[in-house]
Structure formats: structure tokens, C-alpha cells
């Protein structure tokens, strides 16, 4: 059988797990949040199975940012979410502004291979 490339994976094992959190702030509240983001702790950039993670925010709703994190399985996500590592990432934010951070969805990605980049 031949594998079109145009259509094979790109690595031999591309395929894995995706969070996406659909974050809301005030919009006047997002350049904290951002600011928030970009200081990050950065304790899961080492932890098993973590391959990356992207800040979004919206260019016609300042006040929606969308944190998409990428991870080798369901498993090391999960993982990670019952860390110690992740309630101190999560603790390093101010209380004031984690008042005023709302998730309005979360929704998780498996079983997708990347076909083209």
C-alpha cells in the first residue's frame, strides 16, 4: 500500500492530546492576564509528555484569550493537571485577578494526527 505523502503524518507519531480554555476577562483586565502568561512559572515545559502551549487572544474581543497546550497522550495531561507543579503554576496568580478570570469552555483534542504544518 503507498501513503500519499501529502497525507501522511509528519512524524511517526504526531498524533496526540489538545486542551484548549476558553478564558474571559474584562477587557481592561486582559493586558494583566497576558503579562500573567508571559511571566509564567514555566514548571510544565519539563513535566512528562508536554509538547507545548499558545496564548490567543482574540483581535475583535480583546477579553477572549484561548490557552491551547499540547500533550504527547490523555494520560500525561492528566497527570499534570494532579500535580503539585500545576496548583503552584495556578497559585502564582494574583487573587484579585483570579477573581475576574472566567472559563467559558474547555474542550480536549485526541486522536488527531497533524497532516500539514
Do not use: C
Request: proline share 5%; glycine share 6%; charged share 30%.
Amino acid at each position: 500500500m503507498t501513503v500519499d505523502p501529502e497525507r501522511a503524518p509528519l512524524s511517526g507519531s504526531d498524533s496526540g492530546y489538545v486542551s484548549v480554555s476558553r478564558l474571559r476577562v474584562p477587557a481592561e483586565r486582559a493586558p494583566e492576564l497576558l503579562a500573567a502568561f508571559a511571566r509564567r512559572a514555566r514548571l510544565v515545559d519539563g513535566f512528562d509528555g508536554f509538547l507545548g502551549l499558545e496564548v490567543w487572544q482574540s483581535e475583535r474581543d480583546p477579553g477572549e484569550i484561548l490557552m491551547v497546550s499540547r500533550w504527547r497522550d490523555r494520560d500525561a495531561f492528566k497527570g499534570y493537571m494532579r500535580s503539585d507543579a500545576h496548583r503552584r503554576s495556578h497559585n502564582r496568580i494574583e487573587p484579585a485577578l483570579q477573581a475576574v478570570i472566567k472559563l467559558e469552555r474547555l474542550e480536549h483534542f485526541r486522536g488527531y494526527d497533524i497532516v500539514a504544518r
